[in-house]
């Protein structure tokens, strides 16, 4: 196991000192920011997507679920296509190379993108021209993302110390969410005009920023790729899966982000139907979901005293499966609205009696969501080669995003099948039982590693 640098005062890991210094260096900080911006820009302009449609188009809780399901599973199936080329072209090329053309891509998207959002604010040709074309985008998007997430962690091993890898994850997981914070906020207060010329802006800094990672050339030998994206993929997570806390870790890491998916997808429809609240309030949910990831991202590397380990996993997932459930209570308690029929805006909604308990719930689940998920993805960064980092990290994703998309279509079916939102969630807090009997798993097979 891998320990970061200890302070002269008493020997206690230092985790402060190197999350400083790793954002003062450029081994890291020109991945940070570009990382940032890209999380930044994905939530910007899918958000303002979903916002514009729930709120402006759609007057049905069943169309209003069905499109947000919809989007979900438009961004996350590139994931499951094409991580497997991802992966092999992370590890057998230039991952400083490949993030300049990865950015560059994104301000075309962008373009298309923005396109659709200034059509959709003009009201025009919004089923047949406008609609289409963000879909378009934000499935390119996704592709845009599939090509990047392999890099930003594979890398993370190359440029880091031993010590620092922790605190490196840590800190790209944590500005992820700060990035998603900031996207939503800005995605639910300003008009889908500024929406569409403000994606274009970031897309263009990405770049600017990209273009400042240090080369991070192949570290292994150089194999040929493999273009046929299932015989691939089928083969990467077979080869993959064969390391069982790698395995133990991937299927861990899917329960989460299938009960993320579900969560993201239903907190605007549940935020307009069942609470009778404005964007502005679905968007404070998404952000005080993504502060608490934040919050549970740093904490770990604390509690872990920059040791990679899956000890605080089992715990931290059963604690937000009874945040989920109390969540679940909250909204089913939540009294209906005395106003003429308007939805609250935060001011008003803030000051209901039961809108700190449904906000503290919330900030629970997101909180032990990062305590969960941070030294799983950090395992699949360090128990490994590091010239197979990249390839496992596209594994992780294809069954990740194999999951987000169930996760979206059984939303979805629950929704046809007449499930309402406060049920769906109470059936989700019971997937943690499994989450946590997965993260168990391998805490009793990392500790078995460890008596070899």
Known sequence: MSRPPVSKAGGIPDIMTTTTQLIRTRRFLPLFVTQLLGAFNDNLFKNAMVLFVVYEVYQSEAQEARFSALASAVFIIPFFLLSALAGQLADMRDKALLIRIIKACEIAIMLVGGAGLALAWQGVALDGIAIPLMLLALFAMGVHSTFFGPIKYAILPQHLKEGEVLSGTGLVEAGTYIAVLAGTIVAGWISVDAAAIGVIAIACIGWLAGRQVPAAPPLGQVEPLDYHVIRASVRLVRTTMQDRRVFLAICAISFFWAIGTVLFVQFPPLAKNMLMASKEVASL?????????????????????????????????????????????????????????????????????????????????????????????????????????????????????????LGSLLTGLMTFLGIGVAQQLLIVSLCCVASAWLAHLLFKAEVAAEAV
Request: with cysteine; aromatic share 8%.
């Open 285 to 405: 949910f998404l952000v005080i979901f993504s502060v608490g990831v934040a919050l549970g991202s740093m904490a770990i590397n604390a509690l872990l005293k920059g040791t990679v380990s899956a000890r605080w996993s089992p715990i931290s997932v059963i604690g937000m499966g009874v945040s989920l459930m109390a969540f679940q209570q909250v909204c089913r308690l939540w009294p209906p609205h005395s106003g003429d029929g308007a939805l609250m805006d935060v001011g008003t909604f803030v000051v209901q009696p039961l809108a700190v308990p449904l906000m503290l719930t919330l900030l629970g689940i997101a909180v032990c969501g990062g305590i969960f998920v941070v030294p799983l993805y950090a395992f699949l960064t360090t128990f490994v080669e590091k010239s197979q980092t990249a390839r496992t990290i596209a594994a992780n994703n294809i069954v990740n995003s194999g999951a987000m998309v």
